[in-house]
RNA sequence: GGCCUUAUCGUCUAGCGGCUAGGACAGCGGAUUCUCAAUUCGUUAACCGGGGUUCGAUUCCCCGUAAGGCUACCA
């Protein structure tokens, strides 16, 4: 057989959302599983709502999700490559003219009200559309046969002309389509199902022009989550754009892996598998025949999962990243040591990385948010002022130089008033990070050091505080 | 309206004629812990309805129903 070659064709009319990222990925995982060709194509004929800005979103979202092409644009935007191009469909006019020619030429196409229409074979009678409300022409003929991948066996009428090039003298879609997959020599269409009832179009496209069609496998479509309301995914949808993911911060291979998961599966139990893992497993008739809806809670869980196994040199590179594209990072960066102890208390506590200035605020200024709520609560239970003063005396002789002693120190405090660490603990916690949540409370008094624990204890001791 | 596709826990899914219908997320409860997470143990929860076929249907067929898609001189 020879070498597959998958194309995603994506136009540049808006964000890149999960749905076009799946059917991207879909297709890279065939090429890649298969030892085939990955073919980036930009269907950029619409002139009005094509923007060379969301063109270069396309470029870097795909390769922030490490789907690499192995014909098309290049990454930057500068110059393409293959030996099927051009890749851009603004570049192809000359292409589409002389497909167009053959299909004049061998009476398949004709002129009326000065667009272009494909003409099927077949019988013609006339016959009238209650839908439409009009006189229409039909063409009886044999159903199309589809074999899909996925769907099997799909059989769907084709039974009127259709325009191939506007009155404006630009080709539609569908020809472009059967035409690039034609030339760039494509043996397998993976999209998404809501190309199926245009597929029979494209068959007798592929007749007209004397070529054998490639393999077609439809994918499922991407729904919007129950709370989201009902229908396909849209860009308007929360949680739809790559590029949200992108700026919060997901990790990428994260999302990768929960949308591999939309529509397909590894066979048995396993979820969390690493890309190669994938690519060896993945194959089209394994794709599912029904939609999916999007659910952002277990993306989160996948993304956490991640994170809590990276190697702490990564995750520390990954978190130096997120504080410096926060306007408020610079303090966080300014000491590296600091600034990595800090992170290693906080890596297998977050849920994910954009919840990491929160997570650590108390520990870049004095000036950090308490909650009222907490503050209430803890106060109201014991003595806490009692138990605050008593820190305080205990201070100057508490064992700072690790996390152990710290903890043996405040033991050994409240076994002599015959009480138990956690009768400090949420006080403590409270004063120095106001809140009721964050890593060990000894770590946090190793990491913050005497003088600030000292500082941030006397100001809620302090009276009327 | 016509045509096409789909239908297992709330969600993602396993199942490919005979199973106590399995896993994951979410939910709930316990354990663990200095808090919060994480972890761990347990638990709630599903075969859309009706006809067939068959000794036997979640599984195959038909009809409903529901969901999704396409019905443009959009892509």
Same mark, same amino acid.
């Given at each position: 057989m020879a070498q597959v070659r998958v194309r995603f064709a994506p136009s540049p009319t808006g964000f890149f959302h999960i749905g076009s990222a799946r059917t991207a990925l879909f297709n890279w995982l065939y090429a890649r599983h298969t030892g085939g060709k990955f073919i980036l194509r930009v269907e950029d004929t619409d002139q009005a709502r094509n923007s060379e800005e969301f063109l270069q979103l396309i470029y870097n979202s795909l390769t922030w999700l490490g789907m690499d092409w192995d014909e098309g644009p290049n990454p930057n935007g500068v110059g393409e490559r293959g030996d099927f191009g051009p890749y851009r469909q603004s570049q192809r006019a000359d292409?589409?003219?002389?497909?167009?020619? %053959?299909?004049?030429?061998?009476?398949?196409?004709?002129?009326?009200?000065?667009?272009?229409?494909?003409? $099927?074979?077949?019988?013609?009678?006339?016959? /009238?559309?209650?839908?439409?409300?009009?006189?229409?022409? %039909?063409? %009886?003929?044999?159903?199309?046969?589809?074999?899909?991948?996925?769907?099997?066996?799909?059989?769907?009428?084709?039974?009127?002309? /259709?325009?191939?090039?506007?009155?404006?003298?630009?080709?539609? /879609?569908? /020809?472009?389509?059967?035409?690039?997959?034609?030339?760039?020599?494509?043996?397998?269409?993976?999209?998404?199902?809501?190309?199926?009832?245009?597929?029979?179009?494209?068959?007798? $496209?592929?007749?007209?022009?004397?070529v054998v069609p490639p393999v077609f496998a439809h994918i499922p479509l991407i729904l919007k989550s129950p709370e989201m309301g009902q229908g396909k995914m849209s860009k308007r949808d929360k949680g739809a754009l790559i590029e949200e993911y992108q700026q919060r911060h997901f990790l990428p291979e994260a999302l990768v892996n929960y949308l591999a998961l939309l529509g397909w599966n590894a066979g048995d139990n396993r979820e969390k598998m690493l890309i190669a893992d994938i690519i060896q497993l993945f194959d089209l008739p394994g794709v599912n025949q029904s939609n999916a809806k999007f659910d952002g809670k277990k993306l989160a869980h996948m993304n956490m999962q991640y994170l809590l196994e990276q190697p702490a040199e990564h995750f520390l590179a990954q978190a130096r990243g997120y504080f410096q594209s926060l306007a408020t990072g610079a303090a966080a960066l300014a000491d590296e040591t600091y600034f990595r102890e800090i992170m290693l208390l906080a890596q297998p506590k977050i849920k994910g990385l954009e919840e990491l200035a929160a997570y650590t605020v108390y520990f870049w200024s004095d000036d950090f948010p308490i909650d009222a709520k907490v503050k209430e609560k803890v106060m109201a239970k014991g003595d806490p002022r009692a138990r605050l003063a008593e820190l305080i005396a205990a201070l100057p002789t508490l064992d700072f130089t690790a996390d152990a002693a710290i903890e043996a120190g405040i033991k050994s405090l409240a076994e002599s008033k015959g009480l138990g660490f956690g009768d400090y603990q949420a006080v403590a916690r409270l004063a120095v990070t106001g809140t009721n949540a964050g890593p060990s409370i000894t770590s946090i008094f190793r990491v913050l050091g005497r003088a600030r624990i000292q500082s941030r204890l006397e100001k809620l001791a302090a009276p009327g505080a």
């Open positions: 292409i589409y003219q002389h497909y167009l020619q %053959k299909l004049l030429a061998s009476g398949r196409a004709y002129e009326k009200d000065g667009a272009v229409w494909f003409k $099927l074979l077949g019988e013609r009678y006339q016959t /009238f559309d209650e839908h439409r409300k009009k006189e229409v022409e %039909k063409v %009886k003929s044999a159903p199309v046969v589809i074999d899909d991948q996925i769907r099997g066996r799909v059989e769907r009428m084709e039974d009127e002309d /259709f325009v191939i090039f506007r009155s404006d003298g630009n080709p539609v /879609f569908h /020809f472009v389509n059967v035409v690039d997959d034609i030339t760039m020599q494509i043996t397998h269409i993976i999209r998404g199902e809501d190309h199926l009832s245009n597929t029979s179009k494209h068959v007798r $496209l592929y007749e007209g022009f004397g």
